[in-house]
C-alpha cells in the first residue's frame, strides 16, 4: 500500500480564507546558543488544507477529537468538473454521477481544478482561489443528505460557492461579474438564486447532519480524477477543536502506485514537486470565457 498525498504545501504564503490569522513563525530558540531550533507559531483553523468541524457552524455538534477514524478514512469518490464550470458557476449532483460512481455513505472529493490558482501553482491567482470558484445551490445539498455522504472535500477556498458567502460584499467588482454570469444562466440575480434562506448552506445546513467537509485539497489529486480510491483526512485529535489543518491521503496499491508515478514524471511540476494538469486551466478559461461573454 502507498499514499498519494492530497495535501496543499502549508507555509507563510499560504493564504487563509479570507479575514482569518495566516501563519505567523518565530524562532524562540537556535542552534547556538540553545543546543536546538523551537518555533512558535500563530495561526487560524482555516488555513492550508483543513476539516472544518461540527461546531465551526453547530454549537451543539462534535469537536474534531470527536471524529472517529473509521469515519476520517474511507472508500470515495473523486470528481473532476473542471471541464462543466468556470468562474461562479454552479455545480450539481447530475454533473458529479455522470462522471463518478457514488455510493451511499462515500466521501466525495470535488475537483473543481481550482487548486491550480493556489499559491503552489505557476497560474497562482489568489483571487480566482478564493472568490470565483464554483459552488453548489441547494439541490447538491438535498443530494448529499440523501446519499449519506460522510464528508466532502474541495480543492478550493470554500466548500460553499464564494457568492453565498460574506465575500460578496468584500468583493463587489467579483460579484458584480458573477451577478451578470447568473441574470445569463437562470435569468435571475445572484441574490435571488443565493437568497438568505440558503446563506452558507454547505455549513448551516450540513453540520447538523453530521456531513462536514474539508477545504484546499490540492498535491497530487490530478493523478486521481473521476474514479473510486481510499481516501483519509489526517486532523490534530484536537478536544474543543472547531476546525483543524490535516493531512490528506489518498491509499492506492503498489502496481498501481508505480503506474502513476510513470504518469506523474510525464507532467508538469509545482515548484514544490506536486504534478498538474494544465488542461484543466485551459477548460476553467474557455468556459469562463463563455460565462462572461
Known amino acids: 500500500m502507498k499514499l498519494i498525498d492530497l495535501t496543499i504545501p502549508l507555509g507563510i504564503a499560504t493564504p487563509p480564507w479570507p479575514t482569518y490569522e495566516p501563519l505567523q513563525v518565530k524562532y524562540f530558540k537556535r542552534l547556538a546558543p540553545n543546543g536546538a531550533n523551537g518555533q512558535l507559531l500563530t495561526h487560524s483553523n482555516h488555513l492550508g488544507t483543513h476539516l472544518d468541524g461540527e461546531i465551526h457552524f453547530y454549537t451543539p ?8 477514524m473509521d469515519f476520517l478514512v474511507h472508500e470515495a469518490a473523486v470528481v473532476d468538473l473542471s471541464d462543466a464550470c468556470g468562474d461562479y458557476d454552479v455545480y ?7 462522471r463518478v460512481e457514488v455510493k451511499e455513505g462515500d466521501i466525495l472529493v470535488i475537483h473543481t481544478g481550482y487548486h491550480h490558482f493556489g499559491w503552489d501553482m505557476p497560474t ?4 480566482r482561489y478564493m472568490v470565483c470558484h464554483p459552488g453548489p445551490d441547494r439541490e447538491f ?31 463587489p467588482r467579483q460579484a458584480k461579474l458573477a451577478d451578470k454570469v447568473f441574470r445569463k444562466k437562470f435569468g435571475k440575480p445572484m441574490e435571488e438564486v443565493f437568497d438568505d434562506s440558503k446563506y452558507q448552506q454547505m455549513h448551516i445546513d450540513m453540520f447538523p447532519d453530521g456531513i462536514i467537509h474539508a477545504e484546499c485539497f490540492g498535491g ?47 507532467m508538469p511540476k509545482t515548484r514544490f514537486g506536486d504534478a498538474y494538469d494544465p488542461v484543466h486551466v485551459e477548460r476553467i478559461n474557455k468556459l469562463t470565457a463563455a460565462n462572461l461573454a
Do not use: Q
Not at 92 to 98: A, D, G, H, R, V
Not at 233 to 261: C, H, Q, T
Open 141 to 171: 445539498i438535498e443530494w448529499s443528505k440523501k446519499k449519506k455522504l460522510r464528508w466532502i472535500a474541495v480543492d478550493c477556498g470554500s466548500a460553499d460557492h464564494p457568492m453565498n458567502t460574506i465575500i460578496r460584499n468584500w468583493m
Open 124 to 127: 497562482a491567482d489568489e483571487v
Open 61 to 68: 455538534g462534535k469537536d474534531i477529537a470527536s471524529l472517529s
Open 220 to 266: 497530487e489529486i490530478d493523478l486521481l480524477l473521476n474514479r473510486r480510491v481510499t481516501v483519509g483526512f489526517f486532523p490534530w485529535r484536537f478536544v474543543d477543536g472547531e476546525s483543524s489543518i490535516g493531512r490528506a491521503v489518498a491509499f492506492v496499491d503498489d502496481d498501481e502506485y508505480e503506474k502513476l508515478m510513470e504518469k506523474k514524471a510525464k
Open 92 to 98: 450539481t449532483s447530475k454533473m458529479i454521477e455522470e
